[in-house]
């Protein structure tokens, strides 16, 4: 009987049959909560997003997920790609303009593969000349549109060499701080040594596979050290979720335990009513704590739910503000696709109902006291 009694009471107390009013009087305590768990969900997928998107662009844009001084083919597995490349530091000379380059000779097949899924490129149907690929950014910097000239000149073995070139792609700048003076040449305009680009697949770890190029006297360095303060930066932003998790788990035991009390004052005359029934001062308490944590974890859930919708709008709102003030996000990615971390966000709702029904449970201790 008291069973049923506590099973109907928070089904009351949880709206059920109660009016639209009702409801949202019941969620008013949790409010706060619920915006600040939207607002910090938001922040997590946000980072996680961006911090995941530079990762791989570093390796995209830079020298490859590992870089190699000799020839590594037989030591890679058949989900790598091993491209020859060959390096240079260049001018760009346009009819609106100057600029410096840092050239990349490859060949035909360099933007294959993956390359080919993971970077926007505009690229001209016939082939031309001396054919060159430059970044969005510098391209819009320098009024330049495919089939467009221009004169690159490279500075190699203490001379320099020009080269009549051809504008036939241009690649999104995703990354600006990496990629926008960043241009790609036919390796054969490029006369330093050759060096071998590994681009692993996204997520894998290049540790393994440098263990056996180094076992095999193979010289290689991943890009986690030829990179190591924009990877370091990657890291950082990474590091930043556990304070976001704690800071959330915090805020829910503080307003859950509001609530709790909100609840009481509230129900002072059911409480009564309650133990004429019979029911304990436990019972009672568990009730409560019932109601509270229930109450808890719906506005956790709405929060997150909200945080994830906000979150899907922010690559477009990030292409827009790159758009018009392209300086603002030099050290940010602008282009980007949302991952959602569903271990965090996992993560931050558990420890946020532990540490709220610890808070709750000493709040409702007043009960019967």
Partial sequence: MKLEISRL????????????????????????????????SFAITFIY?????????????GSGTILSLSDPSAYIGEDAECSCVRYSNALLYSENGESALFVKGVEDSYFLGFRSDEIEMERLDTSVMNPVILSSSLAAELSLSPGDRMTILIWEDGRARPYL?????????????????????PIDLVSSSLSYEILLPDGEDPGELLRVLHSNGIPAESYMTMYSSLYSNVRSSLSTLYLILASVALL??????????????????????????????????NIYFRITLLSVFSALLAGT????????????????????VPALLEYYVTSFSISVPLLPLLAMMLLSLAVSAFSVALSLRKIGS
């Fill in 305 to 324: 739910v909200l945080g994830l919708g906000l979150s899907a709008l922010s690559p477009f709102i990030l292409k827009a503000v790159a758009y018009s």
């Fill in 49 to 61: 997003s961006v911090s995941e998107r530079i990762d791989r662009m570093i390796a995209l844009m």
């Fill in 252 to 285: 829910a035991a503080f307003f859950s335990s509001d609530a709790a009390e909100a609840y009481i004052d509230r129900d002072r005359s059911d409480i009564k009513t309650l133990w004429i029934l019979g029911l304990s001062v436990s019972q009672i308490r």
């Fill in 165 to 185: 070139c051809t504008l036939s792609g241009i690649f999104s700048s995703v990354y600006p701080q990496l990629d926008s003076y960043l241009a790609y040449l």
């Fill in 9 to 40: 009471y928070i089904s009351r107390k949880r709206g059920k049959g109660m009016t639209l009013r009702y409801k949202i009087s019941a969620l008013l305590p949790l409010l706060v909560l619920f915006s600040v768990t939207a607002a910090l």
